[in-house]
């Protein structure tokens, strides 16, 4: 029992480590101790500074050895957020990046600002604020030399974490100034010289994630990963209908299982977002736990969700599609005149419910202790976990630390922190550090999914082959006149105020599911409807989609953008800029060599744009559809601008060429469905990722302009579906109006 029991124990990473010695690689470290994942992970811009250290603020701290530290604040989901401040930082700072050594930070909201990780916000909330951060430190270091010397801080330059002054031929090492720079006061940081971009020396270079090397061979950095003395872990089964509640349960039965420490039930609350009924398992180990779940029994109380299911909410759908809207979001000039006089199209868009699907599933290792709660999360939004722990177990925020972990995929998944609550409830129940574990069919039977969507749509074209009307009765969920989390419609969806007669309605039904952020929320599923909806419209216009599109651009916006009462105006860069889509889609037509070639039937290019999270994507997809219906996508041409300078080009391509195989395997096969308020779905096997044989070469091109940088972790997805639903149109002449494409029949003679 006892060998048995320390193999389970060997951790995924050891085991790794241990298959590469064995296969005769080089020994690249040592195992680790058993507490060395926490040790590591709890390494924060906290650590103790070494003696003559230079810190001039919470993100930097240069050594005498002129090695330099620089803390990265916000949670590294993969999208190069632990790269890229840094480098900010790092360059306004001057030293070379090989000197450069990252730390994460925990969550800490008086040192650092906006500790998240969503919405592609990274870049416009850090390019200024990281750079000021490296210049002020710099300006100190400077100051610090010219004093030294008493020579005019005007007389002195920076080059690669050195100080010199040309006049006298001396130079000094950051490193070696540690001590007098340290009795600097620090400048104010809106005040600061920021280098011009023609200096940047890492800023818009390709840097590899300073994370690379770790994640290939082994090293514990995922939420997954942590372990902590005196640790066991547990497994929580929640009714399988959405806050459904526990009526009774043999819980003396399962403490007989092998292995079982503890078992309770937990009553939680109604929110769909917090903590949820259940029963805890608590065992030495997490396959101990696992397998005496199987022995659980548990009566629910399934409560009105139980009700609900995707083809009632389709047929309910289909019903109020039939009555005038609940809500009018939008109404230009006279829809119902323009449709009198022109060629009119009506078409239905559907888009299904879908799973975020993270590799590595929810899991939170918790430590409570004389009433204090230590946390290890792979969350997005860590400060609001912290408040829902609070809350939900009674305690101060300032008795709660949050370390971060690296995570293994979050697309907007972990921006909820349920996991994080039901490991901090278990370890207070407990009594000892507990890492709470998901598996694989928990976490996608218990999401917070993408909303489905239903439209109808009736537009018009005149005689010239302009878009003389839109109308769409948006079919969605929610509760009088709010939406559910993430399936709400813009007044401003485009082409609304690109045209003269448009109406935008809205309907919603109640929904038990939970539902929220998916990558590209609202803008992946609204994309396809209309993306694809206005191909139709340039097609029976009898005009090349792509001209089709540039000639809406081209019109005069109808309405003031000016907010209306009350309301407030749009954060900068939110506004949507006809001329800066023109120039991506003109860009995406010519590397794709749009309308350059003759296609023979069966093969066919798409286009399709969109804006979101301000940027400017527009895509061309090519498809090869065999007679059979077999569909092949054969290439994605993407044109994206994203501002005036790429702070990264390499993470920058990796990160839209990541959004369009994400957006690709939505569009080919994902769907959740539900039945009896269940999840249907609950594995791989049944809500697929793209396969390594459905990925198509992504060619991706960016168009700078004198717009502030901005991210782009989420706009490359949107145009993808239409674009490649569009190519099949193009290519055999069959419109897909229903995702995913797999309830297509797309075979054709």
């Known amino acids: ?59 930097i701290r240069i050594a005498p050895t002129g090695v330099v530290t620089i803390v990265a604040k916000n949670p590294e989901i993969g999208q190069g957020m632990k790269t890229m401040l840094p480098m900010l930082i790092a360059d306004e700072l001057d030293v070379e990046w090989k000197d450069v050594r990252i730390e994460q930070a925990s969550l800490d909201t008086t040192a650092f600002q906006n500790q998240f990780a969503g919405g592609s916000t990274a870049t416009p909330n850090n390019w200024l604020l990281m750079r000021r951060v490296g210049a002020a430190a710099r300006a100190m270091l400077v100051t610090a030399a010219a004093q030294a010397w008493n020579v005019p801080e005007s007389e002195c330059e920076t080059r690669s974490g050195v100080v010199h002054h040309k006049a006298s031929g001396r130079s000094v090492r950051y490193g070696d100034l540690g001590e007098k720079a340290s009795t600097i006061p620090a400048p104010d940081l809106e005040r600061v010289r920021l280098k011009d971009p023609s200096q940047f020396r890492i800023i818009g270079t390709r840097v590899p ?30 009714c399988p209908v959405f806050a459904g509640k526990v009526a009774s349960a043999n819980i003396d039965d399962v403490k007989k299982e092998r292995g079982v420490k ?24 997490w396959w101990y736990a696992k397998n005496a779940r199987q022995a659980l029994k548990v009566t629910w109380n399934e409560g009105a969700t139980a009700e609900q299911s995707s083809v009632g909410f389709a047929t309910k759908a289909a019903e109020l599609s039939k009555q005038p809207p609940q809500r009018t979001l939008r109404k230009d000039g006279d829809v119902d005149a323009a449709l009198s006089s022109a060629k009119v199209l009506h078409a239905e868009y559907f888009y299904p419910f879908i799973s975020h699907a993270p590799l590595e599933p929810q899991n939170t290792t918790a430590s409570y202790r004389d009433g204090k709660l230590e946390i290890w999360a792979p ?10 722990v609070a809350r939900t177990l009674g305690m101060k925020e300032d008795d709660i630390t949050i370390h971060l972990t690296r995570t293994g995929g979050g697309f907007g998944r972990r921006l909820n922190n349920d996991y994080m609550v039901e ?51 948006f079919v969605s969920f929610g509760e009088g006149d709010r939406f559910a989390p993430s399936a709400g419609i813009s007044p401003n969806e485009f082409p609304a105020r690109y045209i003269p007669n448009c109406e935008i309605g809205a ?8 539902t929220g952020a998916l990558r590209a929320p609202q803008s992946n599923g609204l994309s396809f409807a209309f993306q694809s909806f206005l191909d139709e419209l340039a097609h029976a216009a009898g005009k090349d989609p792509v001209q089709f599109r540039l000639d809406l651009l081209a019109n005069t916006p109808i309405a003031d953008p000016t907010p209306a009462a009350g309301q407030q105006p749009p954060p900068p860069g939110f506004t949507f800029d006809a001329g800066r889509m023109r120039g991506v889609l003109e860009m995406v037509a010519e590397k794709s060599g749009w309308g350059k070639q003759k296609l023979a039937r069966g093969t066919g290019k798409g286009v399709a744009f969109y804006f979101s999270h301000r940027g400017y994507f527009a895509e ?33 391509e990796n990160q839209v060429q990541g959004a369009v195989l994400d957006g690709l395997a939505e569009a080919l096969g994902q769907e959740i469905t539900i039945d009896r308020g269940r999840t249907v779905q609950s594995n791989f096997h049944d809500f697929k990722l793209l396969r390594l044989a459905q990925a198509c070469p992504v060619e991706v091109h960016f168009l700078t302009t ?19 639903c569009n190519a099949i149109f193009d290519a055999i002449g069959k419109r897909v109006r229903v995702l995913p494409l797999s309830k297509t029949d797309l075979s054709w003679s």
């Not at 951790?11 to 296969?23: D, E, K, N, P, T």
């Not at 040592?30 to 919470?58: C, H, K, M, R």
């Not at 694989?440 to 005689?463: C, K, L, M, N, W």
């Open 620 to 652: 061309v997809a090519q498809v090869t559809v065999s007679k059979a219906g077999a569909l092949k996508v054969d290439k994605i041409w993407v044109a994206g601008d994203i501002g005036s300078q790429i702070i990264n080009p390499l993470n920058a």
């Open 507 to 514: 309907s919603v039904m109640p929904l038990g599911v939970p």
């Open 379 to 388: 969350s997005q939004t860590p400060a609001a976990g912290r408040a829902l």
């Open 706 to 724: 004198a717009n502030p940088p901005t991210g782009l972790g989420e706009p490359a997805l949107p145009p993808v579906p239409p674009a490649v």
């Open 262 to 285: 503890h078992v309770f039930v937990v009553e939680g609350g109604p929110q769909l977002a917090g903590l949820l009924g259940g029963v805890a398992i608590v065992a030495d180990s």
């Open 423 to 473: 490991a901090a409830w278990i370890a207070k129940q407990a009594g000892v550090p507990v890492k709470l574990l998901w598996t694989r069919e928990d976490d996608i039977r218990h999401d917070f999914y993408r909303p489905a969507g239903f439209h109808y749509f009736t537009g018009a074209v005149d005689s010239n082959g302009r878009l003389a009307a839109l109308r769409d009765h």
């Open 209 to 238: 994630g300073v994370d690379n090397h770790a994640i290939v061979t082994g090293k514990p950095m995922y939420g997954i990963d942590v372990t902590l003395p005196g640790m066991l872990y547990a497994v929580y089964e929640k």
């Open 1 to 59: 029992m006892t060998t048995s029991l320390t193999n389970e124990r060997v951790s995924r990473r050891q085991f790794i480590r241990a298959s590469a010695l064995v296969g005769g690689g080089v020994l690249l470290a040592s195992y680790f101790e058993p507490f060395a994942g926490a040790t590591a992970l709890a390494e924060s811009a906290g650590a103790p500074s070494g003696a003559g250290d230079f810190v001039p603020n919470a993100y």
